[in-house]
């Protein structure tokens, strides 16, 4: 997926792109440091990654002070590695660190407060232990014994999303490469969407063509079909598929870390008038909130083109969270702008060019249980959307017609 005769990613401009967005944000802020735990913003920040069964323990985390690299504390080994391969931070800024795998080692055993006497330090070189400290997530003794400690914490999670809002060419480049192999997914989905097969054969089989194809993190599929489509519950489950059956899929997984949420619905063997009815309303809706979406629009104006709740049979916009609405992507799966009736008529955000999110709409079928669900991924342009997800969704697709 890359060659020497050809522009396409350029990793090093990539990295420059983030640290540089990051520092910009803390020097526009209050704060004299970011203190981060959230594996994207490390990601985002240091340009390093360790996913699966370490990324979300709490124990890496790093620190980004004002006019200095940034330091990052990892799980043991992975420091040497970093040194080793991942030399755009200075290898004293790699350090090990570990804080007790979300509790399992208890605070009471002082890796919390060694750690925070570590932090402080360094923002005392850095000349900074008077300012304001960031923090986007953190476990409760952690912050307990920062402020112990008598530092001041603040909120750094809205500064890193403002951050990693606007998106470069490279990484539209890897979101779009990202989408490309759902494409390639759903094509091998079509074929096999047969009766007989059970929902979770089609999330192995999504899988397996995933990691062939060099997803590096397979997040989730939604596999959901006849009476399960409505309600959606958002998982999947070993229903075997049966004729007639409507059936919609969720792809969430990650290329070089950036993410997909892609939903297509097709129809097994044949389709009944209730389906395609409903199709052509999921259809439309779609097509209203894309026509609306342009740089310089409010995402008021964009959520106001989504049906409302009561429309789809939900009784408030909270019930209905998640159905009509549309969410960010990057290096996380919900990012900013977060476009819904829920919350963007209390608070809009201006839509700009490099923003980079997907749209979903949901439409119930008449018959009681089928369900329509459309997803399109979408990179906001001065000239309108451009679209990143090509597996045809202009009309209900029949997998093996009889």
């Not at 939903?263 to 909130?289: H, I, L, N």
């Not at 608070?347 to 709409?361: C, H, N, Q, S």
Request: aromatic fraction near 10%; charge should be negative.
């Amino acid at each position: 997926m890359g060659v020497d005769y050809e522009e396409r990613v350029d990793f090093a401009r990539l990295r420059d792109y983030r640290i540089g967005r990051a520092k910009a944000s803390l020097e526009s802020s209050e704060c004299g440091a970011f203190l981060l735990f959230d594996f994207y913003n490390i990601r985002y920040t240091t340009q390093t990654w360790i996913g699966g069964a370490l990324g979300d323990k709490m124990i890496r985390y790093a620190l980004l002070a004002r006019g200095k690299d940034p330091v990052l504390w990892d799980f043991g080994s992975a420091v040497k590695h970093h040194k080793k391969y991942s030399q755009w931070v200075p290898d004293e800024n790699y350090r090990a660190g570990f804080l007790g795998f979300r509790g399992a080692v208890a605070p009471s055993v002082g890796l919390m407060a060694d750690a925070v006497a570590e932090i402080k330090s360094l923002l005392v070189e850095a000349g900074v232990a008077d300012l304001p400290v960031g923090v986007d997530i953190v476990e409760p003794p952690f912050l307990f014994e920062m402020e112990r400690q008598g530092l001041r914490v603040v909120d750094a999670q809205q500064l890193m999303l403002d951050a990693r809002c606007i998106k470069s060419s490279d990484e539209i480049m890897l979101l779009n490469q990202a989408a490309a192999m759902v494409d390639g997914v759903y094509q091998d989905i079509v074929e096999r969407l047969k009766p007989g097969v059970r929902e979770n054969q089609i999330v192995a089989l999504a899988n397996q063509r995933l990691y062939e194809m060099g997803s590096d993190q397979v997040e989730a599929i939604n596999a959901i079909s006849g009476e399960r489509c409505n309600p959606h519950p958002h998982n999947f489950t070993d229903r075997l598929i049966r004729p007639g059956d409507q059936a919609f899929f969720d792809i969430i997984h990650s290329y070089n870390g950036y993410r997909t949420c892609y939903y297509r619905t097709f129809a097994v063997g044949s389709s009944t008038q209730p389906q395609r009815d409903a199709y052509k309303k999921a259809r439309e809706w779609m097509d209203r909130g894309l026509d609306g979406i342009k740089a310089g629009v409010g995402t008021d104006e964009v959520a106001a083109l989504l049906p409302k709740a009561e429309e789809f049979g939900f009784g408030s916009e909270m019930e209905a969270f998640g159905l009509q609405f549309a969410h960010g992507l990057g290096l996380g799966l919900h990012e900013r702008p977060i476009i819904s009736r829920l919350n963007s008529m209390k608070e809009p955000v201006e839509l700009k060019a490099g923003m980079v999110f997907a749209l979903e709409t949901y439409c119930p079928a008449s018959d009681g249980f089928s369900a329509a669900r459309i997803e399109e991924e979408v990179v906001v342009t001065d000239d309108g959307p451009r679209i990143l997800t090509l597996f045809p969704a202009q009309d209900l697709v029949v997998a093996n017609p009889y």
